[in-house]
Every structure is written in C-alpha cells, then in structure tokens.
C-alpha cells in the first residue's frame, strides 16, 4: 500500500464548476500537507500548503485536512480553462521527505 | 529568469550509454533535490544535498546512479550504463534551510528516453 493514495482522474468538469481533489495517508507522523499544481512538461509548482489539521483558503482555493481520518482535499471555486493541470498532493513530517501522490489530471472545458 | 534551470531538457540515449543532467538552482538557495518522474506518477524523491554534502539518497538510487554539487552550486546527476526502465523525468528542486517547512522550487525538468 502506498503512503499517499490519489485518484489519477482524468477529472473534467466545465467552466465555473467547483472541483474537489482529494488525497488519503496512511502515515499519522505527517504534519504539513501541500498541493502542487503541475502543467504539461513543466515542473510541479507549489499552490497550498497546510500544517497540521484545518482549512486554507487563498483566493479561488481551499485547502482542508483531516488528520484524524487521513484525508486532505483541495477545492477549486469558478474553476477556469487555465486551471487545467495536474494536481498533485503531497505530504510530509518534520523529518521526513516531501511523498508525493501520483496526481490528478484536470481538464477544464470552455 | 532567477528559477531552478536544468539541462538537457530533453535526452535520447541508448541502452548501455551514460548520461548527465545539471541542475542550476536559484542563488541564495543551499538545499537541492533530485526527484526521478515516470508517466502518471508523482515525483520520487532520489537524494538531496545541503550546500555540497550529500545528506540522503533514496534507495532507488542504484549504484548507476551518481550525484554531486562539487561547490554548493549546481549539481549534477550522472547515469551509468542506462537501461530502459531509466526513461523518465528527472527534476531538480532547491529550497532555502530554515525552520520545519520550506518551499521547493521545481525545475522543468530532463526528460530522458533510453532506447
């Protein structure tokens, strides 16, 4: 069993939808919680991270975790065509390397 | 541009050929990492270095495998003897020490075939 579990998708939702990604743990030692946003051929870039249980909003996302049911989830509000990407959750303790899920690939329609 | 620079972005090499990827990380930045991508997967993490001391390496870092970052700047990492199971994306990151969290910068990335 992985670490880090994430439904691959691919996830397509039209223009103006919420979008709801989400991510399972099994490690209870994780503390921060992260999500990047990677585009085609380009590296992963940071959007959100979160430390410890709580929710975490900066404009358009919201960043939630749950720790006493592993789960973290990230939502995007009037989601847009260049929201278009793969989104991958990651997770990490104080000691530890950032694990990464495998991602999920979202599509955006106009 | 001040970001992680990496180079090759592409490599196409055979079977038994050695290749090596640079990695340029932002200036200030004393932490860098080698993540290896395959298609459909999350990065993994393959080791990291704190200025130039080699601090961890995962244990899919094979003995093919060599990275070094000879004067805390750029690093490079090196591949003996490839094999196709060697075809993925190599990405570098780097990230400034300091407290429980910290920022990993991504580079684009080497994407290496291996025919």
């Known amino acids: 069993q992985k670490e880090v579990e994430q439904d691959p998708g691919p996830l397509s939702v039209p223009e103006g939808a919420i979008v709801s990604l989400n991510c399972t743990y099994s490690n209870s030692a994780f503390q921060y919680f992260m999500w990047y946003r990677q585009y085609s051929r380009k590296g992963p870039e940071l959007l959100m991270y979160t430390y410890s249980s709580g929710n975490k909003e900066d404009g358009r996302f919201t960043a939630q975790v749950d720790k006493s049911s592993k789960y973290i989830s990230l939502f995007i509000r009037d989601s847009q065509p260049s929201d278009s990407a793969t989104y991958l959750c990651?997770?990490?303790?104080?000691?530890?390397?950032?694990?990464f899920g495998s991602g999920t690939r979202l599509s955006i329609r106009p | 541009d001040t970001g992680v620079s990496q180079d090759p972005r592409h490599k196409i090499t055979k079977r038994g050929q050695n290749v090596t990827f640079r990695c340029d990380p932002i200036s200030e930045h004393n932490r860098l990492y080698w993540y290896r991508q395959t298609l459909g997967q999350g990065p993994e993490f393959l080791t990291y270095?704190?200025?130039?001391?080699?601090?961890?390496k995962s244990r899919l870092l094979s003995d093919r495998f060599s990275a070094e970052r000879p004067k805390g700047s750029f690093s490079t990492l090196e591949i003996q003897r490839t094999e196709q199971g060697d075809s993925a994306m190599y990405l570098c990151?780097?990230?400034?020490?300091?407290?429980?969290?910290?920022?990993?910068?991504f580079g684009p990335g080497t994407r290496l075939t291996v025919t």
């Open positions: 990651a997770m990490k303790s104080s000691a530890s390397k950032i694990i």
């Open positions: 270095f704190q200025n130039e001391a080699q601090l961890e």
């Open positions: 990151a780097s990230s400034l020490e300091g407290g429980n969290f910290y920022e990993q910068y």
